[in-house]
Nanobody, 114 residues
Framework: QVQLVESGGGLVQPGGSLRLSCAAS????????MGWYRQAPGKQRELVAV???????NYADSVKGRFTISRDNAKNTVLLQMNSLKPEDTAVYYC????????WGKGTLVTVSS
């Protein structure tokens, strides 16, 4: 089992920045990838960014150039730096880890509004 705990969500004005953090615990060895997904009201959950064990990353087109995913292996943490936030980034953000199966955090709400 892998446990994931997100933090860092909140309310921010358009153009602002937030940093999300996800701490992993449990059977963290052999995790092949970690990432962030989001789900806006009335919409399906979608991939935001993912980082593979070797360090390569992948981003949704809508966040490229604005969001950066990184991993702190010493702290078993994955970070999502979000800059130039837009109202359409408003969603619940979920941390994901893949270790044979998918594991999910409970989510953290990001609201971008003036």
């Amino acid at each position: 089992q892998v446990q994931l705990v997100e933090s860092g969500g909140g309310l921010v004005q358009p153009g602002g920045s937030l940093r999300l953090s996800c701490a992993a615990s449990g059977r963290i060895f052999s995790i092949s990838s970690m990432g962030w997904y989001r789900q806006a009201p009335g919409k399906q959950r979608e991939l935001v960014a993912v980082i593979i064990r070797g360090g390569s990353t992948n981003y949704a087109d809508s966040v490229k150039g604005r969001f950066t995913i990184s991993r702190d292996n010493a702290k078993n943490t994955v970070l999502l730096q979000m800059n130039s936030l837009k109202p359409e980034d408003t969603a619940v953000y979920y941390c994901n880890a893949h270790r044979y199966v998918d594991y999910w955090g409970k989510g953290t709400l990001v609201t971008v509004s003036s």
